[in-house]
Structure formats: C-alpha cells, structure tokens
C-alpha cells in the first residue's frame, strides 16, 4: 500500500520525542533572531510552510482564518517596513511566517498530553525550589494551547448559529452567548477535574467532552 507523502511526513514527526520537538522549536526560534540573510531566511519560511502545509489536518480551519492570519502578516510587515525600512519589514515578515509554521507544525505533531508531561518534567526541579505544584503548571500550560482554539471555533460557531437564525452580526450580540458557553465549558472542565483528581494521571482529551448543552448553542 502506497503512503502519500503528507501521511509519511505526520507519521516521521508525530514518531520524534515530544521533548526534542519542542527543544528543535527553542533552537530553531533562536537561530532565526541571528539570521539577518534575506535570501536564507526566505527559503526557510517558504521549507517551514510548505511542511505545516503538508502536516496540516484541518484544512476548513485554514481557509476560515486565512484573513486573520494574513492581516496579522500584513500589520507587522507595514509596521517594520515604516520604522526601519522595507528590509527589515521582509525579514520580520520571513521570521514571523517561519516560527508560526514551525510551531503549528509541532502542535499539530504533538499531543496536548505529550507536551503536559514535558512542561512538567522540565519546570519539576524549579518548581520544588519554589514549592509549586508542577503537576498544575503542566495543566495550566496544557489548558492553555487546548482551550484557545476551541474559543475561536465556539466564536464561529455562535456567529453561524446567528447568521442562521437571520440575527446581524454585531460584536455586543456575540458577547452574551460566548460567555455564558465559556463559563458551561469552564464549569464542565472544573467538574471533570475535580472527579479526576489533580496530581493523578489527567488527559486534556476531557477538553472534548466539554461542549456545551445545546441550550446555549447560540
């Protein structure tokens, strides 16, 4: 049976440690501040991307927010171009398509439950120094990367149950249902945790579970 060649490429990364991903990403993040090569730094971004783009897995996802992703580019190409010159505006534009195709790519290769036990490992001897918890950092770090994008998709969710409903969209309309969906996914992730017990085995997959009633789908 013939592997396409984006299935051989998921499969290569997703099989690499979760720990030296996420070292290459400091690496890599690094080495790129220090490359002033205009030539170097756009064969890069272009390698990063073509790869995210191979790895991808949503790709509705992609098209929904190209606008955002591509305006943010946009802002901080005309801000570095106006204050020091069209150069430096390619080469922060190169670094910035370079490092969000780098770490989508890890995030996308890497599972939320992978980077948790990382995050732990590596904050557990500073975090006994200052006694904390690093259980919870790991949490609340896994938390974090979990819950951003399942906002952004409950904010698209509520607007196509509004379009729908024929209710014009307005950001003050949108207010009310994102907060009370926020606050059914926050308490149910509270619920989940505390019948799990903190400190013992936790996999952010109860993220999952967490959509809310149908109450408050719109």
């Known amino acids: 049976m013939k592997i396409a060649p984006r299935d051989f490429l998921r499969n290569a990364l997703q099989n690499v440690p979760a720990g030296l991903k996420l070292f290459a990403l400091i690496v890599f993040s690094s080495a790129l501040i220090f490359l002033q090569n ?4 756009g064969v890069i971004a272009t390698v990063m991307f073509a790869v995210w783009f191979l790895v991808r897995t949503q790709q509705a996802w992609f098209w929904r927010n190209i606008w955002a992703i591509a305006l943010t580019f946009f802002f901080l190409f005309a801000y570095m171009s106006w204050v020091s010159g069209l150069n430096e505006g390619v080469v922060a534009l190169f ?32 975090a006994r ?7 919870r950092i ?7 990367i979990r819950l951003i994008p399942l906002l952004v998709q409950q904010w698209h969710e509520v607007r196509e149950a509004q379009q729908a409903r024929g209710i014009k969209i307005r950001t003050h309309n949108m207010l009310v249902p ?19 017990q903190l400190g013992v085995a936790f996999s952010l997959d109860l993220a999952s579970q967490t ?8």
């Open 38 to 41: 205009l030539i170097w730094l």
């Open 95 to 126: 670094r910035l398509i370079a490092l969000w195709a780098a770490a989508q790519t890890v995030m996308i290769t890497t599972s939320t439950t992978a980077m948790m036990q990382v995050v732990e490992a590596v904050v557990t001897p500073g």
């Open 129 to 135: 120094l200052f006694r904390a918890n690093p259980a």
């Open 138 to 144: 790991a949490l609340l770090f896994g938390l974090t």
């Open 178 to 196: 994102m907060l009370v969906r926020t606050l059914d996914r926050a308490q149910a992730l509270t619920d989940a945790i505390d019948a799990r």
């Open 211 to 218: 959509t809310p009633s149908k109450k408050h789908q719109a």
